[in-house]
């Protein structure tokens, strides 16, 4: 609902708009040719002193939006930002022609203007464009929030993340420096002889993880697709293929719950390596995210919601069964059967259900007890084949997957393990979640016959891993809440 002092601006830039269409003004003009960008215009001129400026004589176009105005009558001093930064223009009535000065004087922060003109430097040292011409490129119709009180509220910064980003300078920041993490994981698996792919989104089958899919209909082909939860079986039917070395950064979708760590709609790393162990990718990892961290911060620790995280190599390696003990304080009869795990689980208020195995309730109580400790990288190792349903058998104890997750910052930052391949076991694998399925668990996986043939062609040993890229940004720019480094988040409907 607008309030009265909001309604009365909204009819100020309305009449304004008026005034400006019947002097022949058009509101929206198309394109603008730009020499310059503020950051360029301050490298290459800021550091020169008045005198150099009038020597080099040169005119330039520069655009981007008002963020401030103070208004002197016949002159005025105004700030615009465009996508590198902002810079400082002064535009004078004897300089510009008169009908451009009235448009000037129509104009209200929030608006994008393109101005000629030469730059100087003021009494106080700033550099400044001296206008010579003035075109509006936008006329904004609704006002920008207080300079002074800014856009604080967190609901309509995701909401509004548009007024967020005009608004909020380090949220720009997260989000080029987001772009420039995905850019560096790129080089890095490129430099590695990885190839980038892109599977299916939509899926006759989802698999790859255990998670409840979103379900479509796609008309004409008349059947049931799901967005998918997890590019997995695509990326090793590719390995399959002979692509030995295969990576793709892209979007999965799982119909969970929300909060702080968890969007529906996320980003994910997923790479696959023939020939390779998941201790291979243990050492792989380590290099990555030093990789990143040179290329993004220029050092190897930084800090996160108030501690520091050790990136240094090698990083600490532990057993589940090990941290459970030692870190999360479990006696031994907790591992000597369901019964006892579960009677623990229910002390400890860990909610459970008839389906969940001694292994669920293992992982269950590491959730609760371990993960929150795990600030420095740490590799968590020897987990039950139960709960890994696409993961290779050790060799020497058939109950245990060769697995590791990484936790850093108090949470799973990725997950690997020796790719199953052998398609009896896997066969069997997946009659078990379609039995855990029918029993009600909507978060088991579906029997994926095409891929169990894939199999039966046969998989060279392989190892692969998927990273959490959201949770990778959360540490690298200190961010509390995965809604902080995701664009558009998904927000409740307005109102429920």
């Not at 023939?274 to 243990?282: F, P, Q, R, S, V």
Request: aromatic share 10%; glycine share 8%.
């Amino acid at each position: 609902m607008l309030t009265g002092k909001t309604s009365a601006l909204l009819e100020e830039r309305k009449n304004k708009a008026e005034k400006l269409q019947a002097e022949g003004v058009t509101l929206y003009p198309s394109g603008y040719q730009v020499d310059i960008t503020s950051s360029e215009a301050i490298d290459r001129f800021g550091h020169m002193d008045a005198e150099a400026l009038e020597r080099e004589g040169k005119s330039y176009a520069m655009a981007g939006r008002i963020i401030a105005l103070r208004d002197f009558g016949k002159a005025s001093f105004i700030h615009i930002k465009d996508r590198t930064g902002r810079i400082q223009a002064y535009i004078r009535k004897d300089r510009v022609r008169h009908e451009k000065f009235n448009t000037f004087k129509l104009m209200d922060i929030g608006d994008f203007i393109g101005i000629m003109g030469r730059l100087f430097k003021t009494r106080t040292g700033e550099l400044t464009l001296l206008a010579e011409d003035i075109s509006l490129l936008a006329k904004s119709m609704r006002p920008l929030p207080e300079k002074w009180h800014g856009l604080t509220d967190v609901e309509t910064r995701y909401r509004q993340r548009y007024l967020d980003l005009i608004m909020n300078d380090p949220v720009r920041e997260v989000f080029v420096l987001r772009s420039r993490i995905i850019q560096a994981i790129r080089d890095f698996f490129v430099a590695k002889d990885f190839l980038e792919v892109e599977t299916p989104m939509m899926q006759p089958i989802p698999g790859g993880a255990t998670a409840r899919p979103f379900k479509t209909y796609h008309n004409t082909l008349g059947m049931d697709l799901y967005l998918r939860v997890a590019p997995e079986l695509y990326l090793k039917r590719l390995i399959v293929g002979g692509l030995e070395r295969v990576f793709e950064i892209n979007r999965n979708f799982r119909n969970e719950g929300i909060s702080i760590k968890h969007n529906p709609e996320f980003t994910m790393l997923e790479f696959y390596m023939a020939y390779a162990t998941y201790e291979d990718l243990m050492a792989l990892t380590e290099e990555l995210f030093n990789h990143v961290l040179r290329e993004i911060v220029g050092r190897n620790i930084i800090e996160y919601q108030g501690k520091a995280i050790d990136f240094s190599p090698p990083w600490a390696k532990m057993p589940l069964y090990d941290a459970l003990r030692d870190l999360g304080g479990v006696g031994d009869e907790v591992f000597q059967g369901r019964e006892y795990a579960a009677e623990f689980a229910s002390q400890c208020g860990i909610p459970l259900s008839k389906r969940d195995s001694q292994g669920h309730i293992l992982t269950k109580l590491f959730d609760h007890l371990v993960e929150p400790l795990l600030v420095n990288p740490t590799f968590i190792t020897g987990y039950p084949t139960e709960v890994s349903p696409l993961s290779r058998r050790n060799d020497q104890n058939p109950h245990m997957v060769d697995r590791f997750e990484l936790f850093i910052g108090g949470r799973e930052i990725a997950n690997a393990f020796n790719e199953l391949n052998d398609p009896v076991d896997q066969r069997e694998r997946f009659e078990n979640q379609v039995a855990l399925r029918d029993a009600g668990d909507e978060e088991a996986q579906f029997m994926d016959k095409d891929y169990v043939a894939a199999l039966e062609y046969g998989m060279p040993p392989t190892a692969g891993e998927g990273i959490g890229i959201d949770r990778v940004v959360m540490l690298l720019t200190d961010s509390p809440s995965i809604r902080d480094v995701i664009l558009f988040p998904q927000m409740r409907a307005k109102g429920d």
